[in-house]
C-alpha cells in the first residue's frame, strides 16, 4: 500500500508536484497518466525515497518515506525511466547486482536471478554483456532488477517507453501478474491505451496535479460520456420510442429503423441486459449489438484542454 497526502515537490522555482493525494492499494495497479512533465517521476522519485518532498507526507506500507526511510525503501521494488543497467556486464551479473544491493546473498540471491532471467525471457541470452542487448530487452532487464527482492510495492516509471511490441505485451503481463500476486503497483505513462488496458485506478496528471481519478468507468461517467450501442434486426421504430421512453428515459435514440437502432447511453456495459430486456419485450428480434466507449483520449482533453502526445 502506498499514501501520498498532499505531496509538494518544487525545483527552486519550478514546481512540479502541486498538491497531490492519491492511494495505491495491494494487488492492484494505479496508474499515473500524464504528458511531459507532468510530474510523474517526481511523483515516484519522492515515493523511492531519492527525492524529499518539499511538503506532504508518503508512507509506503506503514512506514513514513522521510522518518523510516530504511524500512520504507526495503519494501519498494523500482523500476527507473532511464534505465540503470551496467552495459559491460551480463544480465545475470546486473541481477546478481541489484538483488545484492537489496540484500539477498549467496544461493538465495542466485536462485532468484535464475528465476527472473526465466520469467523474464532471457535465460538463454543471461551470459551476454547486455551491451549488446535490444532496447526491449533491456527494458525486461531493468523490470528484472526491480522484482529482484520480490517486493510488496513496486514503482514503474514508463517502463515500456522506446520497446519492441513483444517485448511491451511481456512487459505488460509480468506487471499483470505481479498485482495478481498481491504487490502494490504503481505505473506511470504517458500511454492511454496502456492506463487503459493495465490500469486498474486511474490518476490524469498534469502540471503537477491531479486532474481526475478513478477507474475507467468511473472516469468516463465523470465526464458524462455517453456510450453508443448499436442494434441491428428487427424492430417497431415507435413502440420502440415509447417503450424506451417509459421503462428507461435516460436512453437517448440517436437512429432508428426497421433494421438498426443507435442509441446512446451512460455505463452501456452495466445497463446492456436492461436495455436488450424492454427491446425484447417490444417484439424486436435482435441480431447484433456492438458497444463503442467513449475513450480516455477524450476525457483527457476535456479535463487539461490538450491532447496528450508522445
Ligand atoms: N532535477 C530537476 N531540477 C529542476 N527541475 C526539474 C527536475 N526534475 C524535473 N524538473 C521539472 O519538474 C517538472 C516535472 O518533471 P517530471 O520529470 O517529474 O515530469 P514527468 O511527468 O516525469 O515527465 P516525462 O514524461 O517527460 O518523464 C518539469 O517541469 C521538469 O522540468
Ligand atoms: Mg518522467
Known amino acids: 500500500m502506498i499514501t501520498v497526502e498532499d505531496l509538494h ?26 504528458p511531459n512533465g507532468a510530474g510523474k517521476t517526481t511523483s515516484i522519485d519522492c515515493i523511492a525515497g531519492v527525492h524529499k518532498p518539499t511538503s506532504g507526507r508518503i508512507t509506503v506500507g506503514e512506514f513514513d518515506i522521510v522518518r523510516n526511510a530504511r524500512q520504507a525503501k526495503a519494501q519498494m521494488g523500482v523500476v527507473p525511466q532511464e534505465v540503470a543497467l551496467y552495459e559491460e556486464v ?16 549467496g544461493a538465495t540471491l542466485k ?22 542487448y535490444s532496447g526491449g530487452m533491456k527494458r525486461r532487464l531493468n523490470f528484472g532488477c526491480g522484482i529482484m527482492h520480490q517486493p510488496p510495492v513496486l514503482l514503474l516509471d514508463e517502463p515500456t517507453v522506446g520497446i519492441d511490441p513483444q517485448s511491451r505485451v511481456r512487459l505488460l503481463d509480468l506487471v499483470r501478474e505481479q498485482a495478481a500476486a498481491g504487490v502494490t503497483v504503481l505505473y506511470t505513462t504517458h500511454y492511454m ?49 415509447r417503450a424506451l421512453s417509459d421503462n428507461l428515459p435516460e436512453v437517448e435514440i440517436m437512429e432508428s429503423d426497421e433494421e438498426a437502432l443507435l442509441v ?15 427491446l425484447h419485450d417490444t417484439g424486436a428480434v435482435l441480431r447484433e449489438t456492438s458497444v463503442r466507449r467513449p475513450s480516455l483520449e477524450t476525457l483527457f482533453i476535456k479535463m487539461t484542454g490538450k491532447e496528450l502526445r508522445e
Request: charged content about 25%; proline content about 2%; glycine content about 12%.
Open 9 to 34: 515537490k518544487s525545483y527552486g522555482d519550478t514546481v512540479a508536484v502541486d498538491g497531490i493525494t492519491f492511494t495505491a492499494e495491494p494487488g492492484r495497479i494505479f496508474g499515473l497518466l500524464g
Open 90 to 105: 551480463s544480465a545475470r551479473e546486473n541481477l546478481h547486482f541489484w538483488g545484492g544491493a537489496c540484500g539477498l546473498k
Open 111 to 132: 536462485e532468484r536471478a535464475t528465476e527472473v532471467l526465466e520469467l523474464i525471457g532471457l535465460i538463454d541470452r543471461a551470459e551476454e554483456a547486455i551491451k549488446k
Open 193 to 241: 491505451e496502456e492506463a487503459e488496458a493495465l490500469c486498474d485506478e486511474i490518476a490524469i496528471i498534469d502540471h503537477g496535479t491531479i486532474h481526475a481519478q478513478g477507474s475507467l468507468e468511473e472516469l468516463r461517467t465523470l465526464v458524462g460520456e455517453k456510450d453508443m450501442v448499436r442494434l441491428t434486426g428487427t424492430f417497431d421504430p415507435g413502440t420502440v420510442s
Open 264 to 278: 446512446s447511453m451512460m455505463d452501456a456495459a452495466g445497463n446492456l441486459v436492461a436495455l436488450l430486456g424492454v
